[in-house]
């Protein structure tokens, strides 16, 4: 770059025209020798465009990462802190050099995860770096190999549908003018079906099932990456072409423990009890003649306090009752699945009081910096030793002392008020309603991990796509197949976590009863919006819009940068205290990263917000699916009953999609154009590397 060019670059990076307002220092507490490299390194960065930049930086990166050992604190501190800026210029942060000289960012100048093609774009450079990992190149290599099985020669394209067999259906259908006939073509040209993804093989190409998800799960634009917990993977598959290719996959994982509007949906939180005590009016519309002028009306409304209303006050008075009893039953259930051995005795668990409370905290406290390189347990689990534990030991502390003081709170308030309304009133007063929301949360950590699931995976395989094949995996991960697939094979597991806070085998209720999700883009979802299908007795399943999310997580990070924030945070603690193993918490990269911003000095609320607002969907599976949520249920009223007739069920549901969705889109769209263009090899994963 000339001196010129140079010149004028820095003029337009300092110019005073650029509006500063969401622009925020970023100085990172780094010491000695490292801190004199990095600012030497942002100064280069200052006089550079930004497509530069980031190569740049990468370059130092790779320079610094083969001089500085594991054990350099401030070494590690620099390639965390160079990694997390070259992350943020690739998501296209804007740069400025205030008056000291030091460098600003602030967040993209638009919120562009409006646009899908920008979006799709930030998330492909994580996607991207995978391919370079030897471990997946090889995988990609073996599926994309050519080989034999039972006398033919096949390979992973062999898995992706015929656009040619596809169009020549398409165009038989649209040649004919009957709609039962239409209808019937439809069901033998294009035949989905559900195949749960186990350790078998597939029949028609002899490739593990596995195998198949993951090669086309890495065909997206958001990076893979495993999650913890359960994990239910699916492939739907075309049983009308040969070696049925994969329409579409999907998996479930488990759902975050707090999320704002999927909670006020079922009614998890304190506003959804203050709705129920907050005054009614009612509200008549009639019609009234206008003075002196025949025949001409106006329309008048009416609204009347139902304060003083007996009905009314009665229903309240009894939803008060049963809210009390509910509160005080899931502070009893979580409390009792809770070993109190070596912190309280049976009278105190009975009985607690301020000492024994604020004794639990004073265990919970000195345990806190024995966290450190937790290690999974293998082999056959003593519950009653892993209950002991100082991980769980700390637990258990931390939540009999909240639980119980939240129990002391509420028979306190019931002595002191003649009626359950006035106490719960009170309640919902005192300090915010925060012994309501312990108990609250305590029932929702109850069914978080069991009733609810996310769909973490949804979506259509090309050629399938041009044909709403998204629409019909998101009506699919709702069929009666899928709930009691899940239902099976979770009724007997032993949960991990309460069994050690226990200190005995735990098995949950795991009867499926809420599907979460939530959009890829901040305008939607086209495979979820309008999903709503009729069933029996009026009730729809239906994908219903909860809400949004706020914009914040770690998926734009790379790998490498995770793995220089792990061990400079080791080396700031003397260990690992994010180890992913049962206990630790929810969520763990994004509280790796939180922490390593933490520690460079940086604020993570700044970071992690990523600016992609999502779309937050949810199912109910049953009529009562709230009711049941929220404890007032037992058992569920599926919507589609698990009576021995799944199979019968779920096709009733591909029948829908075809008639709905398939055949309006094959006369909505050049249908034929957009299949005749497709190619089974621009498919092929090993082009990226």
């Not at 190569?55 to 350099?72: F, M």
């Not at 690992?576 to 206990?583: C, P, Q, S």
């Not at 990269?589 to 917000?609: Q, T, V």
Request: aromatic share 8%; charged share 25%; proline share 3%.
């Amino acid at each position: 770059m000339s001196k010129q060019a140079t010149k004028k670059n820095v003029e337009y990076i300092t110019s005073q025209t650029v509006d500063t307002t969401d622009f925020m220092l970023f100085k990172p507490t780094i010491n000695g020798n490292y801190l004199d490299i990095f600012n030497k390194i942002t100064a280069a960065l200052l006089v550079m465009f930004n497509y530069r930049r980031i190569q740049y930086l990468n370059e130092q990166i790779q320079k610094w990462k083969s001089n500085i050992n594991l054990d350099d604190l401030e070494g590690m501190k620099l390639l965390s802190v160079l990694s997390i800026l070259r992350d943020l210029l690739t998501q296209e942060w804007r740069v400025l050099k205030n008056n000291e000289h030091e460098l600003m960012l602030a967040p993209p100048v638009l919120l562009r995860g409006d646009d899908k093609a920008y979006l799709r774009k930030q998330l492909q450079h994580e996607r991207n770096a995978q391919f370079k990992l030897d471990s997946i190149k090889s995988f990609i290599n073996k599926m994309e190999k050519k080989r034999k099985y039972q006398g033919k020669e096949l390979s992973i394209l062999d898995l992706i549908g015929d656009s040619v067999l596809l169009s020549s259906t398409i165009t038989k259908i649209k040649d004919s003018v009957k709609q039962d006939e239409r209808i019937r073509m439809a069901a033998s040209g294009i035949k989905p079906y559900v195949q749960l993804v186990d350790n078998s093989s597939c029949k028609h190409t002899g490739y593990k099932l596995m195998d198949i998800w993951r090669y086309f799960r890495y065909t997206w634009s958001i990076p893979y990456k495993s999650t913890p917990g359960r994990n239910v993977f699916y492939l739907i598959r075309d049983a009308a072409q040969p070696s049925h290719p994969v329409m579409g996959i999907a998996a479930l994982g488990n759902c975050v423990l707090q999320l704002t509007n999927r909670d006020k949906y079922i009614g998890w939180t304190l506003d959804s009890i203050k709705s129920v005590l907050k005054k009614k009016v009612k509200t008549e519309v009639f019609e009234e003649i206008l003075p002196g002028k025949l025949g001409i009306t106006r329309p008048v409304i009416k609204t009347t306090s139902l304060e003083n209303d007996r009905e009314y006050q009665e229903r309240i008075r009894l939803e008060s009752d049963k809210t009390i009893k509910l509160l005080l039953t899931f502070l009893d259930e979580a409390i009792s699945d809770i070993t109190p051995v070596d912190l309280l005795t049976a009278d105190e668990i009975q009985n607690p009081n301020s000492e024994c409370i604020e004794r639990l905290k004073g265990v919970a406290e000195s345990l806190k910096d024995l966290q450190l390189n937790n290690k999974r347990t293998t082999g056959e689990i003593n519950w009653y030793e892993e209950a002991s534990t100082p991980l769980f030991t700390k637990k258990r502390a931390i939540e009999l002392a909240k639980l119980l003081e939240a129990k002391l709170n509420i028979r306190k308030v019931l002595e002191s008020e003649r009626d359950n309304l006035r106490a719960l009133q009170k309640l919902l007063s005192n300090d915010k309603g925060k012994s309501v929301n312990i108990a609250l949360q305590a029932n929702r950590k109850s069914k978080i991990g069991s009733n609810l699931m996310e769909i973490i995976v949804c979506g259509a395989i090309p050629p399938y796509n041009e044909v709403l094949a998204g629409k019909l995996v998101s009506i699919l991960m709702c069929s009666p197949l899928v709930v009691k697939g899940y239902n099976d094979r979770y009724s007997e597991q032993v949960s991990e976590i309460a069994s050690r806070m226990k200190g005995e085998k735990i098995v949950r209720d795991s009867q499926l009863a809420f599907l979460g999700t939530t959009s890829l883009y901040h305008m939607g979802s086209s495979q979820y919006n309008r999903i709503k299908i009729p069933v029996e007795d009026g009730e729809y399943l239906e994908y219903k819009k909860l809400g949004e999310t706020e914009g914040f997580g770690s998926v734009f990070f790379a790998q490498e940068t995770t793995r220089f924030i792990s061990t400079m945070v080791q080396l700031i603690d003397g260990g690992r205290k994010i180890n992913n193993v049962f206990g630790e918490g929810t969520s763990p990269r994004l509280r790796l990263i939180r922490s390593g911003l933490s520690a460079l000095g940086m604020s993570s609320g700044n970071y992690l917000k990523h600016h992609t607002r999502r779309i937050v969907y949810g199912v109910s599976l049953a009529s009562n699916t709230r009711e049941f949520l929220k404890g007032e249920a037992k058992e569920l009223n599926y919507l589609l009953p698990l009576n021995g007739h799944e199979e019968k069920y779920t096709e009733q549901l591909i029948d829908f999609w075809r008639e709905r969705w398939f055949l309006n889109r094959i006369e909505t769209v050049d249908i034929i154009d957009r299949l005749s263009s497709f190619r089974k090899a621009s498919m092929l994963l090993s082009k990226y590397f």
